[in-house]
């Protein structure tokens, strides 16, 4: 009636006022921080933050065991997903790769870094791998069992879902065994009586990490695809949808050469072992899209199914060689996580991005967003025309919405293509060899964070200090050795060879901060989550 008082909402109590930011993400409870001191006070509380990093970003392995840690977690987790600055770091490493081109694949399990393949002179299906450790050295790994056909430019896929890290840093913990297995499609045939053209060869080859031994490998599995495709992606979908047919998951083929492929899609049952080939439709009612030279991430966060995110070159409209252009396109591949027909969706480009079509891409762990580095169009703004010398550009998709993403720091890689890439489980990206317009290849891995510095990019700092403080001692030492030379080299030990330079509020304040200096953006839809018991239990992230 109109004799009641209206209620205000800092007369509500701190635990209406919890309850209240418990439905929100923890970003919209942040924007709310300067209405008053009760908000603040609620805002305050670490279970709050705790719950938010759990809901938004899954389970972590590291736990909040002081005051202002799960705010410190949940900000850092949000800034990483966020992708507004990239810094980047050369990592100290030993292995005999050599220079590699041609899309060498890098991946990360159970603590061990991996490479395989790529276009080498000599080796085209070797695997390397080591510990993810400083100083990093990589070893050759020799494959057992009947090899694939020597081929390079193919497709490989780790068959592991990679939305646990918890349960797999708990097993390394326990010292326990473990094995992945990965799969490898396509590429371009080495040799035989028609070298260089696609393979419709597929293998799978299984990894034995042992807490006291080196890794071993052997293949497991080897048939023939539908069609034969290179300058593809393949995508593993796992399993933690009820409504996927398949219980073991299933990889999706997308895009690449011949050109007659491109739109096509070829998915295997990884339960059964079979092929299946469909076109999706478009959304839009446009010509589903062709794609090559692109990357395809599986991303949880999109509809209540998942789906995959392909982003890259396009066909040239109207070109009657089908020849590629630059010209970008971003489409969600939906349906692939819960068997319902496949469709092309639209996704949102912000800006013409700075980027070339060619590139490679990682997710950032704990997020649903994608790092993609190349180099610049030859003929954009400080590109790489006339044999100028620049670095990589990154793009990054955020909530399925692409935008540039600044580099800052001393150093950057030079201009690169077609290398390999990785995200590592403490959200580190890493980076190796590719080729670039100039007719150079590399053979040097890279590390880069969006941000807060990670555990491992930490580690290569430390170990790029100590090797340059070593240099510094043997200069002196050949100096006082040597008191008659005058013409010593000098250089500058703060940038390593093969980069360029380019040319006290509280916690929750920062949080807004952060908020203020992002790109204005749509919420990602909420799907039901469960919040586990004090006992351990808990649902999937």
Same mark, same amino acid.
């Given at each position: ?31 709310? &921080? ?14 709050? /933050? ?6 938004? @970003?899954?389970?972590?392995? !590291? ?48 603590? @061990? ?12 299906? *070797? ?40 349960? $797999? ?17 396509? +590429? ?5 009586? =028609? ?40 995508? @593993? ?26 739109? #096509? ?9 079979? /092929? ?25 966060? $999109?509809?209540?199914? !998942? ?13 009657? *060689? ?5 010209? /970008?396109?971003?489409? /969600? ?11 092309? =969706? ?9 980027? +070339? ?42 909530? +399925? ?19 390999? #890439? #990785? !995200? ?10 590719? #080729?670039?317009?100039? +007719? ?16 491992? @990019? ?34 500058? *030990? ?14 929750? &304040? ?32």
């Amino acid at each position: 009636g109109s004799g009641k008082m209206p209620i205000r909402l800092g007369d509500l109590s701190d635990e209406v006022h919890k309850a209240v930011f418990q439905c929100l993400h923890g970003h919209e409870a942040a924007a709310v &921080a300067a209405a008053g001191r009760f908000v603040a006070r609620a805002l305050g509380d670490e279970e709050l /933050w705790k719950r938010c990093a759990w809901q938004e @970003f899954g389970p972590q392995e !590291g736990t909040a065991k002081r005051a202002g840690d799960a705010l410190h977690l949940y900000r850092g987790l949000h800034r990483r997903g966020q992708c507004l600055s990239l810094r980047w770091a050369r990592v100290p490493c030993q292995h005999n790769l050599g220079m590699r081109t041609r899309s060498p694949s890098v991946f990360c399990s159970h603590g @061990f870094l991996f490479v395989f393949g790529g276009q080498e002179p000599r080796r085209e299906t *070797d695997l390397h791998g080591g510990p993810l450790t400083m100083p990093l050295v990589l070893r050759r790994i020799d494959i057992a069992g009947a090899a694939l056909p020597s081929v390079y430019d193919s497709q490989v896929t780790v068959l592991e879902d990679d939305g646990e890290p918890r349960e $797999r840093s708990a097993r390394r913990r326990n010292g326990a065994s473990a094995s992945v297995r990965v799969l490898v499609s396509g +590429g371009l045939a080495a040799g035989g009586s =028609v070298p260089h053209s696609e393979s419709d060869r597929f293998g799978i080859f299984e990894i034995h990490i042992s807490p006291t031994g080196a890794p071993r490998a052997k293949w497991v599995l080897a048939g023939i695809m539908p069609f034969p495709r290179s300058g593809h992606c393949a995508t @593993f979908v796992p399993a933690r949808d009820r409504k996927l047919t398949s219980s073991k998951g299933c990889v999706v083929l997308t895009g690449g050469s011949p050109s007659h492929r491109a739109r #096509c899609v070829d998915m295997l049952d990884l339960e059964s072992l079979c /092929w299946s080939s469909s076109t999706p439709a478009s959304a839009s009612g446009a010509s589903p899209p062709r794609w090559r030279q692109h990357s395809a991430m599986y991303l949880r966060s $999109r509809g209540r199914d !998942g789906a995959i995110l392909c982003c890259g070159r396009s066909e040239t409209v109207g070109d009657p *060689d089908c020849r590629w252009s630059d010209r /970008w396109m971003a489409c /969600w591949l939906e349906g692939c996580g819960s068997g319902a027909e496949l469709r092309w =969706v639209p996704a949102a480009l912000d800006v013409r991005l700075s980027i +070339g079509g060619a590139h490679v891409a990682c997710r950032l762990a704990a997020t649903d967003s994608v790092l993609l580095v190349g180099a610049s169009p030859p003929d954009a703004p400080g590109g790489a025309a006339g044999g100028a010398v620049g670095g990589v550009v990154a793009a990054a998709a955020v909530r +399925g919405r692409l935008r540039d993403v600044e580099l800052v720091g001393q150093t950057v890689p030079e201009d690169r293509t077609f290398g390999g #890439c #990785c !995200g590592l489980p403490d959200g580190t990206a890493l980076f190796y060899g590719g #080729c670039n317009d100039r +007719g150079r290849t590399f053979d040097d891995i890279w590390v880069a964070h969006t941000g807060p510095k990670t555990d491992f @990019f930490l580690l290569v700092q430390q170990e790029l200090s100590f090797l340059t403080k070593m240099q510094r001692r043997v200069r002196s030492l050949r100096q006082n050795m040597d008191d008659d030379s005058s013409d010593a080299e000098v250089y500058d *030990d703060a940038i390593p060879p093969g980069s360029i330079a380019p040319g006290g509020a509280s916690l929750l &304040a920062e949080l807004v901060a952060d908020l203020e200096a992002s790109p204005s953006e749509p919420p990602p839809p909420r799907g039901p989550r469960t919040w586990p018991s004090s006992r351990g239990g808990g649902g999937s992230s």
